[in-house]
């Protein structure tokens, strides 16, 4: 969000619980659950967006029914009942096929496989991937280094081992160049 606003965008973010402070000059609507977050973001479409960056790792899942109070110790065992949560990228990109759709692929193996494949069935226009089994990058880490796949089978980036901000601005300045300067961003 920051390196969007240092772009000049105008920068919505929908956040879950997190205690990540809020960047400058970026409007923050805090959700709990991801069919808020689903919520919120079809909302704020609704008002326009030319950009739609999708980095949240949303559960897949979620319990069918909350408890209406504390679970009490009283059994050795439990079964929890899940049901899927929605695919907040896939239904935005599926609904919004107008607005520049970029999404991002945590993985532990096959990486580019599951890159390219969320790519393709999400309808995606650019997707940067991790390997997150590396214990010198991704969530435990300041670093991060990616590969970006494109719609269209173009040629992939590759950001090299870096600080997460530098990261961050590589991204953006990446897609700045993939849409061709088609979108004017502009800072309110």
Not at 9 to 32: C, E, F, M, W, Y
Not at 169 to 182: F, M, Y
């Amino acid at each position: 969000a920051a390196a969007c606003y240092a772009a000049g965008a105008k920068v919505t973010l929908v956040a879950g619980p997190v205690s990540l402070d809020t960047p400058n000059g970026v409007q923050r609507i805090n959700v709990s659950s991801a069919m808020q977050m689903l919520d919120v973001s079809m909302n704020q479409l609704q008002q326009g967006c030319d950009i739609f960056i999708a980095t949240a790792a949303v559960a897949d899942y979620r319990t069918k029914a909350a408890a209406p109070q504390k679970i009490k110790k009283t059994q050795d065992e439990m079964v929890l009942e899940l049901v899927k949560n929605p695919d907040i990228l896939a239904t935005i990109s599926q609904e919004h096929p107008e607005i520049f759709m970029v999404g991002f692929a945590a993985e532990t193996q096959d990486v580019e496989k599951y890159a390219k494949g969320k790519l393709e069935s999400k309808n995606l226009d650019m997707i940067a991937c991790n390997d997150v089994s590396r214990s010198d990058i991704g969530f435990a880490s300041d670093d991060n280094a990616m590969t970006v796949f494109f719609k269209g089978n173009a040629e992939p980036a590759v950001l090299d081992k870096a600080p997460k901000t530098v990261i961050a601005k590589e991204l953006v300045e990446l897609i700045g160049k993939t849409i061709n300067k088609k979108f004017t961003l502009v800072r309110p």
